[in-house]
C-alpha cells in the first residue's frame, strides 16, 4: 500500500530538535503533552506532600501535647499541690522545668474552673482559659485551639487526687508557627525531589518522542488522521477479504470481509493460522507465503478466490498479504460440495462407531444415532424378530420390531422401542424399499396418501408434530433383508431429494453388514451357551451327606467352559468337582461336556481324588496327541480340575487339584479358613502324579467351591480377589448354602463378566454314629454266623426287621468269599441312611466280578445272588485292600419277581454253617 511507503528526509541532522519540540508531528505532540502531564502531576504531588506533611506536624505536636499533660498531672505531688496553702509558689517551678524539658511550648495548671494557677508563661496565672471545663465531663482531649493568647496544638487532662476527686485541669501544647517552622524546612527537600522527577520525566518523554518520531516517520496528524481513515475504510468498508500473515503464521492483521468469509474468531489477531479452526488446505496455504492467484478454496460455507503475495519487496517484514474474494456465482456448488463432505464424514463415522459391539440391539441404535443430526432430526431401525433371537429370517416381511429410535427431542410422534410394525399397506415407501432392496423417498409426506393410509392415526400426529419429509432404506446383507431404517426430516425445512438416497441406501448397507454380524454372533453365542448349560447338571442328586447349592453365569461375550459336578459315592460320600477348560466358545463348551462325562466315569471306579485326576490327565493327554489341533485349533491341555470327596461318617473331606484354585471353608463359628491344598500342574501336562489332601471338617461346615472367573479381573490382583471371597464368606456361618452363593454373587459379581463363572457351596453333615455299626470279623469261616446274628439284631433296633433275610443272604456271601478267597482283616460295616449300606472288607485287592453259572456249575451263584437283592453293589479299593459294598432300598423287603430262587439250589457258598457257625 502506497499510503505505508517511508516518506523522505524531512532536513540536515541540525534540525531533528526543530521536529522533535515542535508540535506540527505527532512526535512532538506527544513530547509536548507528556511533558505537561508531567508538570502537573509532580505539582500535585509536592503539594499534596507538604499538606500532608504539615497534618503529620500537626498530629505530632497533640499526641506530644497529651503525653505531656498526662505525664505531669499523674507526676507525684501535682494533685496536693493544688490543695496546698499557694499552689502557685509549689507548681509554677515545677510548670517551667517539665516545659522547657518535654519541648511543649507552654504548660499549665488550672482549677476546675478553668483559672490558671501556674503557667509557662507567668503573666497568664490567675487568668481565666476557654473551652478546657469540657474536660471534666468528657476527659482528656486534644484539639486545635485557636484564640488567646495563642493558636496551638493543645491538650487538656483532668487531675485527679488520690480518691479520684478532680482537683484541677492540666492543659500543654505547641504553637501553630513552631509546627509550621518543623513543615518548611521540608521544602528544599520536596522542590529539590520534584525538579529531578521534572528532569527524568523530561528526559523520559524525549526518549519516547524520538522512538515515536523514528516509528511514525515524522508523520503530522493530518496525514496519520488520513491513513488510519484509509486503514477504517480496508477494515470495514472494502468488501474483499484482506489478511496479513507473519513469516511465522502468525495472524497480523485482517479486515471484516476475511473475518466474515473465514468465520474468524474474535482474539484471532495474533494467533497462529492452525489454532483459529480454518479448513488444513486454507491454512496451510495462506500460512505457507507463495504467490498465488485466484486460487479456490472450500472456507466454512463459502468457496473463495484467494490471492497472497510477499510483503517484504514493499517494504514491510517478513510475511504475506492476502485477498479473499467470495466467489458468487460457485456457492451452488460450494453447497453441494459441503453436502457430500458432510455425507463422507457421516459415512466414515459410520464405519467406526456402527458395531462396536455384538449386540444387534446395541448396532440399531448406533445406526439411529449416527444420522443425527447431521442427515436427519429423527432416525427409527426395525429388524425382523428372528434376527433379534439371532436366527437366519425366512418368510414374509410383513412385521418387524422398533428396535431403535434416536432424534433431536425426546418428545417424538413415532411408536417407541419394542413395538411392533406392520407394513400391510402398499405403495408406502417402506413396501417400495422392501420390495425393490433399494431406498424410496417420500419428499412430501402431507400428500402422500398410501403412507397415511398404512397407519391414519400416526401419520396425522406425525404431520402435526412438523414431519414432512422420509427416506426408507432396507437393512440387507449377504441378499437377506433383515430389518429397515427410516431417515424423518421435521425441523430442518429443506426435503430429502433424489442425490440422498444413495448416501442412505449406503449408510444402511454399512450398518446391515453389523448387524448380520451381531446376529450370527447371537445365534453362535445362544447355541454355546444352550449347549453349555444342557452339559451342566439340570438338577442336583438326591444324597444326604451334604447341603447343596450352586450357581453359574456364563461370561458375557462368550460361553466358556467352566463346569461343576456333585456326584453320589458308595458309602454314603459325595463327589464335588469344578472345572475350567481354557478358551470360549462352542469347543470348550463341548470339551467341558467330554471332560464331566469322563469325571462321571472315573467316580464309577470310586477312585481317591489323585488316582482320579491322574487318569483324567491321562485322557487329555491322549486326546489331545491324537487331535493335537482340536475342532478349532485349541487342544484341552490346559483345563483345571478340583475334585474333592467328602464322607459323612467321619467327616473327611479328600482333596486334589489339577491346577485348579483351592478350596474355601467357613467354620461353624464363621470363620474362613483357605486350607493349603497343593495344586498340580493343568490336566494334560502328564506330570502325574497328583497329590491328595485329607481335611477334617466340623459338622455344618460350608465347603466353597469356585473358578477363577470369580475372583480374576482385568487389573486386579488375585490375591484382592481372594480377600474380597474372605471378606464375603466371613460371618456367614447362619446362612444356608442358598444364602451363601447370594451374598458371594452380590459382594464379588463383576459388572462386566469376561470368563464364566461356576459357585459350588456345600454344607457338611455328619451320619448319626447310632447309625453307624461295624463288626471284625475272625478269619474263620465259623465267625459268620455270629456276625450275621449281630447284624440281624442291629436291623431289629434299626426298625429295619423286613430288611433281616436279604440282609442275612448278601453278607452271608460277602463275608464267606473275603474269607475264603481274600485275606485278613475281614470287617463288616452297616450304614443307616437313606439306604441300607453293606460293607466287608478285607486285606485282598482281588475283585470279585459277576458271571452267570451254567446249570451243571456247582458255583458262582452268591455273587449273582448278591446283585438281584441289591439295589446297588460295587467295589472300591482302599490303601491297605478292597471294599465291597451293597446298597438295599429301604422299602418292604421283597424278592425280584423275576428271581427263580429254586434255580440256586441250597446256596451252596452259605449253606454250609448254621447260625452258630459250626458245621451240620
Not at 120 to 134: F, H, K, P
Not at 712 to 736: F, N
Not at 762 to 790: Q, S, Y
Request: charge should be negative; charged fraction near 25%.
Amino acid at each position: 500500500m502506497r499510503w505505508l511507503a517511508r516518506p523522505s528526509a524531512r532536513g540536515a541532522r541540525g534540525g531533528e530538535a526543530r521536529s522533535l519540540l515542535g508540535v506540527r508531528t505527532v512526535a512532538g505532540q506527544v513530547l509536548f503533552l507528556q511533558i505537561v502531564v508531567a508538570v502537573v502531576l509532580i505539582t500535585a504531588a509536592v503539594v499534596a506532600i507538604a499538606v500532608q506533611a504539615r497534618n503529620d506536624s500537626e498530629e505530632d505536636a497533640q499526641n506530644r501535647s497529651m503525653a505531656v499533660a498526662v505525664a505531669f498531672a499523674e507526676a507525684p505531688g501535682t494533685a496536693q499541690a493544688t490543695q496546698s496553702d499557694d499552689p502557685t509558689a509549689v507548681l509554677q517551678p515545677r510548670v517551667v522545668d517539665a516545659a522547657w524539658g518535654s519541648g511543649v511550648d507552654f504548660l499549665t495548671v488550672l482549677t476546675t474552673d478553668g483559672v490558671r494557677l501556674a503557667d509557662t508563661d507567668a503573666e497568664l496565672i490567675g487568668t481565666r482559659a476557654g473551652g478546657v471545663t469540657r474536660a471534666l465531663e468528657d476527659g482528656a482531649f486534644t484539639e486545635i485551639f485557636e484564640g488567646v493568647p495563642s493558636t496551638a496544638a493543645r491538650a487538656v487532662v483532668p487531675l485527679t487526687d488520690a480518691d479520684g476527686v478532680t482537683v484541677g485541669l492540666v492543659s500543654a501544647g505547641v504553637e501553630i508557627d513552631t509546627v509550621g517552622h518543623v513543615a518548611d524546612r521540608q521544602w528544599p527537600m520536596l522542590l529539590g525531589s520534584a525538579a529531578a522527577a521534572l528532569v527524568f520525566a523530561v528526559g523520559s518523554a524525549a526518549l519516547v518522542s524520538r522512538r515515536l518520531r523514528r516509528q511514525t516517520r515524522g508523520i503530522g496528524p493530518t496525514e496519520m488522521t488520513r491513513m488510519y481513515e484509509h486503514h477504517d475504510a480496508v477494515l470495514h468498508a472494502v468488501r474483499e477479504g484482506v489478511l496479513i500473515v507473519a513469516e511465522d503464521g502468525r495472524l497480523l492483521l485482517a479486515n471484516d470481509e476475511a473475518r466474515r468469509l473465514l468465520d474468524l474468531p474474535p482474539d484471532s489477531d495474533g494467533r497462529h493460522l492452525s489454532e483459529l479452526g480454518l479448513e488444513p488446505d486454507a491454512a496451510a496455504l495462506l500460512a505457507s507465503g507463495r504467490t498465488v492467484t485466484d486460487e479456490v478454496l472450500l472456507a466454512g460455507d463459502h468457496l473463495v478466490a484467494v490471492n497472497t503475495r510477499p510483503t517484504a519487496p514493499h517494504g514491510g517484514a517478513s510475511g504475506s498479504v492476502a485477498t479473499l474474494r467470495d466467489t458468487t456465482e460457485l456457492r451452488a456448488l460450494a453447497g453441494r460440495a459441503e453436502a457430500a463432505r458432510e455425507r463422507l464424514k457421516i459415512l466414515y463415522e459410520a464405519g467406526v462407531r456402527i458395531g462396536t459391539s455384538l449386540d444387534v440391539v446395541r448396532t440399531a441404535e448406533e445406526l439411529s444415532a449416527v444420522a443425527v443430526p447431521r442427515f436427519a432430526d429423527f432416525v427409527t431401525v426395525e429388524l425382523l424378530e428372528p434376527v433379534l433371537r439371532g436366527d437366519e429370517p425366512s418368510g414374509p416381511h410383513r412385521s418387524m420390531r422398533r428396535a431403535a429410535l434416536s432424534g433431536i427431542s425426546k418428545d417424538h410422534p413415532f411408536q417407541p422401542v419394542g413395538d411392533a410394525i406392520a407394513f400391510v399397506a402398499s405403495g408406502t415407501p417402506m413396501a417400495e424399499a422392501l420390495t425393490s432392496g433399494h431406498a424410496a423417498l417420500e419428499a412430501d409426506l402431507t400428500t402422500a396418501r398410501d403412507w397415511r393410509a398404512q397407519d391414519p392415526q400416526g401419520a396425522d400426529n406425525a404431520v402435526r408434530y412438523g414431519v414432512h419429509s422420509l427416506i426408507t432404506a432396507p437393512l440387507q446383507a449377504r441378499g437377506v433383508v433383515l430389518g429397515m431404517a427410516s431417515f424423518w426430516r421435521a425441523e430442518r425445512p429443506e426435503p430429502f431429494e433424489e442425490d440422498e438416497l444413495s448416501f442412505a441406501e449406503e449408510l444402511a448397507a454399512r450398518a446391515a453388514v453389523a448387524i448380520d454380524n451381531a446376529r450370527r454372533f447371537t445365534r453362535e453365542h445362544a447355541m454355546a451357551e444352550t449347549l453349555q448349560r444342557s452339559l451342566l447338571p439340570h438338577a442336583l442328586p438326591q444324597q444326604s451327606a451334604l447341603e447343596v447349592a450352586y450357581r453359574y453365569l456364563p461370561a458375557q461375550a462368550k460361553v466358556g467352559g467352566d463346569w461343576f459336578d456333585v456326584i453320589p459315592l458308595p458309602g454314603a460320600r459325595v463327589a464335588l468337582v469344578v472345572g475350567d477348560v481354557v478358551g470360549h466358545g462352542l469347543h470348550a463348551a463341548a470339551t467341558m461336556g467330554r471332560l464331566r462325562t469322563a469325571v462321571h466315569n472315573f467316580s464309577t471306579l470310586d477312585l481317591p481324588p489323585g488316582e482320579l485326576l491322574t487318569r483324567l490327565d491321562e485322557l487329555v493327554s491322549r486326546t489331545d496327541q491324537d487331535d493335537p489341533h482340536g475342532a478349532d485349533g485349541d487342544g484341552i491341555t490346559g483345563a483345571t480340575c478340583l475334585y474333592a470327596i467328602y464322607d459323612p461318617v467321619p467327616g473327611r473331606v479328600s482333596v486334589a487339584s489339577a491346577g485348579h484354585l483351592a478350596p474355601a471353608v467357613v467354620h461353624p463359628d464363621g470363620t474362613v479358613w483357605m486350607p493349603e491344598v497343593p495344586v498340580s500342574p493343568p490336566l494334560g501336562l502328564s506330570v502325574p502324579p497328583f497329590e491328595t489332601t485329607e481335611l477334617q471338617l466340623p459338622e455344618g461346615s460350608q465347603l466353597v467351591l469356585y473358578t477363577d472367573g470369580l475372583v480374576e479381573q482385568r487389573g486386579q490382583d488375585l490375591d484382592v480377589g481372594l480377600h474380597r471371597l474372605r471378606a464375603a464368606l466371613t460371618g456367614g456361618a447362619l446362612r444356608s448354602p442358598e444364602e451363601t452363593c447370594e451374598a458371594v454373587f452380590d459382594a464379588m459379581l463383576p459388572e462386566h463378566r469376561r470368563d464364566d463363572i461356576a459357585l459350588l457351596v456345600a454344607r457338611t453333615r455328619l451320619i448319626d454314629p447310632e447309625h453307624v455299626a461295624d463288626w471284625e470279623v475272625d478269619f474263620d469261616p465259623a465267625a459268620v454266623g455270629p456276625v450275621r446274628g449281630a447284624c440281624a439284631r442291629k436291623l431289629a433296633e434299626w426298625g429295619l426287621e423286613e430288611l433281616e433275610f436279604t440282609t442275612e443272604l448278601v453278607l452271608s456271601e460277602l463275608i464267606t468269599n473275603a474269607i475264603r478267597y481274600g485275606s485278613a482283616p475281614v470287617r463288616v460295616r452297616l450304614l443307616y441312611e437313606r439306604a441300607l449300606i453293606c460293607e466287608v472288607s478285607d486285606g485282598s485287592s482281588t475283585s470279585p466280578y459277576l458271571r452267570r453259572a451254567a446249570t451243571t456249575d456247582e458255583g458262582g451263584r452268591g455273587l449273582f445272588l448278591v446283585a438281584r437283592l441289591s439295589a446297588r453293589w460295587g467295589t472300591r479299593y482302599t490303601p491297605t485292600g478292597k471294599i465291597i459294598w451293597t446298597e438295599q432300598p429301604l422299602a418292604d423287603a421283597q424278592y425280584p419277581a423275576d428271581l427263580p430262587l429254586e434255580a440256586f439250589g441250597d446256596f451252596g457258598d452259605f449253606d454250609d454253617f448254621d447260625d452258630t457257625g459250626r458245621a451240620p
